[in-house]
């Protein structure tokens, strides 16, 4: 497990050193500082081997935070273990910077102590570390305090506290899918698939029990088509666009609040959310995208000192939704001198820098084309290797998902607190994002 855990300036200064086994001596201090932060070529691989010695390093802004073990250990584990670790140092703290970090020492060892013990990762949960652990300190509990922490630690619902209550129950899902493409010169689809995230926000009193319908092929086909009139939360932003029954997902991750063992024998996505905002589940899939845009390239090379090349942008969804924040960037040769453009909507200009063209167009409704011509200017040069075209990128933001993901129900149950499903307001949106979405030229 963990041998030590330190944080460093820039300059390679120690600023929190806690060291949970005996085999990590003070020379790993140093070792790190010398071979890593003070190297004299950039260190791209996060996990460096020093003297027997590794060393899991993460960079947030100009600090450095390093695990160490002399012991084979699970890497993925540990990258996780910072990875939250700086979750809740922010959350306590905000922004991680060499001057919060002296502030806010004597918070940071009482973290320490709390999430790690003997080098082994404890609970990492903030919700309930900012039960026992506060700004000012921690606070002499009473009975009813110190017994509701020892239930949250040791009990079955660590990620929720008794005894919430809002004057409006409320619920905001947010399905946030990004859609990956490569696409040939001829439209042909090489690879594509789309990865998820559900979001949610409870704002809801007691310890209600929520169940979630979605419209997954193995869900609807276990459930039959009874289920399937159950009545859909009211929508914002957008709907699914595409008239699909049900997707097929590949593979999904739930929350720990999630009960896995009703999802495996009946089906059905049953949880008692946290408070405030969590995520409640990713997933990917790989059939039946629909794809927002098609771009269509057209370069011809005249001569060896001028291109033309000619772009057509196709929106494939209902006129009656708009996408935004559209950029498409034209890659363009390393011996560019001078680029001429026209487009007849939004505004494209030529970045020397970043050899492309940047396209931007605010908004655009569907079944919509656009198209943008451009004369490239070449120099002559001795280098007589043929320009390896890039690929076109593409950027934007769709009301819908593009994987035809559906809110089919969602379900609130609170027997204590005597209020119904139906005193409950739920909004959905749906949001689809380009993640690399390329088409070759």
Not at 85 to 99: A, D, L, P, T
Not at 318 to 334: C, D, G, M, N
Request: positive net charge.
């Amino acid at each position: 497990m963990i041998g030590g855990l330190f944080i460093y300036n820039h300059k390679g200064e120690v600023l929190i050193s806690r060291v949970y086994r005996d085999d990590i001596g003070r020379n790993a201090v140093d070792a790190f500082r010398v071979n890593v932060i003070h190297a004299r070529q950039q260190v791209r691989s996060p996990v460096t081997n020093i003297a027997r010695t590794s060393f899991f390093h993460i960079k947030r802004s100009n600090i450095w935070l390093a695990a160490v073990t002399k012991q084979n250990v699970n890497a993925a584990m540990v990258f996780e273990f910072l990875l939250k670790m700086v979750e809740v140092m922010q959350s306590y703290f905000g922004k991680i910077s060499e001057e919060n970090i002296k502030n806010n020492f004597v918070l940071i060892y009482e973290i320490l102590d709390e999430i790690l013990d003997f080098g082994y990762p404890q609970n990492t949960d903030t919700g309930i570390l900012k039960t026992f652990i506060t700004q000012q300190g921690v606070k002499s509990q009473s009975k009813e305090e110190t017994s509701q922490i020892t239930s949250q630690v040791t009990g079955q619902i660590g990620w929720r506290r008794e005894g919430i209550k809002y004057r409006r129950n409320e619920l905001f899902l947010d399905v946030l899918e990004s859609v990956n493409l490569l696409m040939s010169p001829q439209g042909q689809v090489l690879s594509a698939h789309v990865a998820g995230r559900i979001v949610m926000k409870s704002y809801l009193s007691g310890m209600p029990e929520c169940k979630f319908g979605i419209n997954d092929k193995v869900l609807m086909e276990s459930k039959g088509k009874s289920s399937i009139d159950e009545p859909t939360p009211r929508t914002v932003g957008g709907t699914t666009s595409t008239g699909k029954s049900s997707i097929a997902i590949d593979d999904c991750q739930f929350h720990q609040c999630v009960k896995l063992s009703k999802f495996e024998t009946e089906h059905s996505i049953s949880f008692i959310p946290p408070d405030g905002e969590f995520e409640l589940m990713r997933y990917r899939t790989t059939k039946d995208i629909s794809l927002p845009f098609r771009v269509i390239p057209l370069v011809r090379e005249v001569g060896r000192q001028k291109m033309e090349v000619k772009v057509v942008v196709k929106s494939n969804f209902k006129p009656s939704l708009l996408a935004q924040k559209i950029e498409v960037r034209i890659p363009t040769p390393l011996n560019t001198s001078g680029v001429q453009v026209i487009c007849m909507k939004g505004r494209a200009k030529y970045k020397a820098s970043e050899n492309a063209i940047v396209w931007k167009i605010k908004r655009m409704g569907g079944m919509k084309e656009c198209q943008l011509s451009a004369e490239i200017e070449l120099l002559t040069t001795s280098d007589k290797k043929k320009w390896t075209r890039p690929p076109i990128s593409m950027n934007f933001e769709v009301p819908f998902a593009p994987s035809g993901f559906k809110v089919r129900y969602l379900k609130v149950f609170e027997p204590k607190l005597n209020y119904s499903d139906h005193d409950v307001i739920k909004w959905v949106r749906y949001i689809g994002r380009s993640g690399l979405y390329e088409t070759r030229c």
